[in-house]
Nanobody, 126 residues
Framework: QVQLVESGGGSVQSGGSLRLSCAASGNTWSRRCMGWFRQAPGKEREGVAGIDGDGTPRYANSVKGRFTISQDNAKTTLYLEMNSLKPEDSAMYYC????????????????????WGQGTQVSVSS
């Protein structure tokens, strides 16, 4: 089991910044995949950014150049630095983790996500 707890969400104006954190605990894999996903009301969940088992970051086209995914050296905390936020970035943001996979995830990495956090809300006003 892996436990994931997100924090850092909030309300900001368009152009503002937020930094999300995800604390991971429990059993982990040596080449763990971790990622951030989001879901807005009435929309499907979409991938935002991920780090594969080799530590390579990948991003959805909609956030490239604005968001940065990273993790601490101990790989116990995942971050998402969000800059130049837009109203369309408003959503519930979820942290996810899982082992490497033969299938590709939304970011093109061979990852699957089997553990999910409870989410943290991000609201961006115009």
């Amino acid at each position: 089991q892996v436990q994931l707890v997100e924090s850092g969400g909030g309300s900001v104006q368009s152009g503002g910044s937020l930094r999300l954190s995800c604390a991971a605990s429990g059993n982990t894999w040596s080449r763990r995949c971790m990622g951030w996903f989001r879901q807005a009301p009435g929309k499907e969940r979409e991938g935002v950014a991920g780090i594969d088992g080799d530590g390579t970051p990948r991003y959805a086209n909609s956030v490239k150049g604005r968001f940065t995914i990273s993790q601490d050296n101990a790989k116990t905390t995942l971050y998402l630095e969000m800059n130049s936020l837009k109203p369309e970035d408003s959503a519930m943001y979820y942290c996810a983790a899982g082992p490497p996979s033969l299938k590709r995830d939304p970011f093109g990495a061979r990852c699957q996500y089997v553990y999910w956090g409870q989410g943290t809300q991000v609201s961006v006003s115009s």
